[in-house]
């Protein structure tokens, strides 16, 4: 999943390099949370105007993880 994350935020960036993608131990529930870093100046092309970038790269990682049979939460940090 960190992969994914990894490989949708650096296609979207100015500076890649800066894209790093870390993962917290999955809470009582089962959830992993995932936090993306980006440049301060690449935030506003990874949150999108309304953040609707920010909602399509959650729904996508929902997505994938619903196929692993797991529960996430993405931050954007």
């Known amino acids: 999943m960190k992969e994914l994350l990894a490989v949708i935020a650096k296609g979207l960036v100015d500076d890649p390099d800066s894209v790093t993608v870390d993962a917290d131990e999955p809470a009582e529930d089962g959830t992993t949370v ?6 301060e100046s690449d ?3 990874i949150i999108g105007k309304q953040g609707r970038i920010a909602k ?5 990682a929902r997505s994938a993880a619903i196929r692993n ?4 939460m993405v931050e954007i940090d």
Not at 34 to 39: G, K, L, Q, R, S
Not at 56 to 60: D, K, L, N, V, Y
Not at 69 to 72: P, R, T, V
């Open 43 to 45: 935030m506003g092309r």
């Open 56 to 60: 399509a790269i959650r729904t996508i």
């Open 69 to 72: 049979e797991e529960k996430i």
């Open 34 to 39: 995932y936090h993306i870093h980006v440049a």
